[in-house]
C-alpha cells in the first residue's frame, strides 16, 4: 500500500503560492493566510525552518536558497533510506 508524502506535499504547495506570487525577496513579500489545516501546518514548519521569512509587518517571502536546500535534503534522506533498505532486503536474501 503507498502512502502519500503529505507533508512534503503540502510544503510544496505553501512554496508554490508564493513563487507563483513572486515573494522571493523582502521587497515582494505578501501576507499569506493559508485555508487548509494541512497548509497552515507546512507554512508553520517552513517559517521555522527558515524557509519562509518576515518583512516585520506580517508579509512573509521565500528564502529560495533555503527553500532549494531543504528539498534536497529531503530527496538525500530518500535515497540513503532507500538504499538501506535495498542493503537490508539483499543481505535477509542472501542469508
Do not use: A, F, N
Given at each position: 500500500m503507498a502512502?502519500?508524502?503529505?507533508?512534503?506535499?503540502a510544503e510544496r504547495r505553501v512554496a508554490a503560492d508564493f513563487l507563483d506570487a513572486g515573494a522571493v525577496s523582502m521587497a515582494d513579500a505578501i501576507a499569506y493566510a493559508p485555508t487548509r489545516p494541512s497548509s497552515r501546518r507546512a507554512f508553520e514548519r517552513l517559517k521555522g525552518a527558515d524557509v519562509l521569512r518576515t518583512d516585520g509587518q506580517g508579509k512573509w517571502w521565500l528564502d529560495e536558497?533555503?527553500?532549494n536546500g531543504r528539498r534536497s535534503d529531503r530527496r538525500t534522506r530518500v535515497v540513503l533510506t532507500m538504499l538501506a533498505v535495498a542493503a537490508a532486503g539483499a543481505f535477509a536474501a542472501l542469508r
Open positions: 502512502v502519500v508524502p503529505v507533508r512534503p506535499l536558497e533555503r527553500w
